[in-house]
């Protein structure tokens, strides 16, 4: 997950005083901020509030900021980190009762309109394959084949060495190859499941 060089040239310049930056990273990346704030809870408004609360914080403090080639991994890390501090004051905002929240997918497969009966067995394969993953394997697939993210990444991001983070990604394709094998699944693949997360 690299950014644009236009992205860290207005990083530098939203560092050095630029409103008209702020408002780029704003806008670019609200929408993203947002879907992946629901994938830790439920509750829109509070990921409303912690995004504007990152935007708040990094705009405060834009004078002690470093400069970064990450501009989006470092907004993904501080509204989790953001959200999760939340979440360790108010046990409510967790899905479950965990010692951390839970990432998941729900929400945006239920939302979607399947059109025919061969699209709804198709929705109900990728459920089962789904199910059948952890809430941290269905975050790593999320980060490694929605965002498209590099392990390195990834391995900030959810705080884990990079030999587990590769161990991760492989049992959860091994649990979805095996979730294949079950049955006749040829129109699934990690692209069409990782499109419901």
Same mark, same amino acid.
């Given at each position: 997950?690299?950014?644009? /060089?236009?992205?860290?040239?207005?990083?530098?310049? #939203?560092?050095?005083?630029?409103?008209?930056?702020?408002?780029?990273?704003?806008?670019?990346?609200?929408?993203?901020?947002?879907?992946?704030?629901?994938? #830790?809870?439920?509750?829109?408004?509070?990921?409303?509030?912690?995004?504007?609360?990152?935007? $708040? @914080?990094?705009?405060?403090?834009?004078?002690?900021?470093?400069?970064?080639?990450?501009?989006?991994?470092?907004?993904?890390?501080?509204? @989790?980190?953001?959200?999760?501090?939340?979440?360790?004051?108010?046990?409510? *905002?967790?899905?479950?009762?965990?010692?951390?929240? $839970?990432?998941?997918?729900?929400?945006?497969?239920?939302?979607?309109?399947?059109?025919?009966?061969?699209?709804?067995?198709?929705?109900? @394969?990728?459920?089962?394959?789904?199910?059948?993953?952890?809430?941290?394997?269905?975050?790593?697939?999320?980060?490694?084949?929605?965002?498209?993210?590099?392990?390195?990444?990834?391995?900030?991001?959810?705080?884990?060495?990079?030999?587990? $983070?590769?161990?991760?990604?492989?049992?959860?394709?091994?649990?979805?190859?095996?979730? #294949?094998?079950?049955?006749?699944?040829? /129109?699934?693949?990690?692209?069409?499941? *990782?499109?419901?997360?």
């Amino acid at each position: 997950m690299y950014d644009s /060089v236009e992205d860290k040239l207005l990083w530098e310049r #939203f560092l050095s005083g630029d409103d008209k930056a702020y408002t780029f990273f704003y806008k670019k990346y609200v929408k993203e901020l947002f879907s992946y704030g629901m994938k #830790f809870t439920l509750d829109r408004e509070l990921v409303k509030d912690c995004i504007q609360d990152v935007f $708040v @914080k990094i705009y405060c403090n834009r004078s002690t900021l470093n400069k970064t080639d990450h501009v989006k991994l470092y907004l993904f890390i501080s509204l @989790k980190n953001t959200l999760f501090n939340i979440f360790q004051k108010d046990k409510s *905002s967790y899905r479950i009762d965990t010692i951390e929240p $839970v990432f998941s997918t729900e929400y945006s497969i239920e939302d979607r309109m399947i059109a025919d009966e061969q699209e709804e067995e198709r929705k109900e @394969k990728m459920n089962r394959i789904l199910d059948s993953l952890t809430p941290r394997q269905k975050e790593v697939i999320y980060y490694r084949y929605v965002e498209g993210m590099e392990l390195t990444d990834i391995c900030e991001l959810m705080d884990m060495n990079y030999q587990s $983070v590769q161990n991760l990604i492989q049992r959860a394709i091994k649990k979805i190859k095996v979730a #294949f094998s079950e049955k006749d699944n040829p /129109v699934l693949s990690i692209k069409s499941i *990782s499109h419901c997360l």
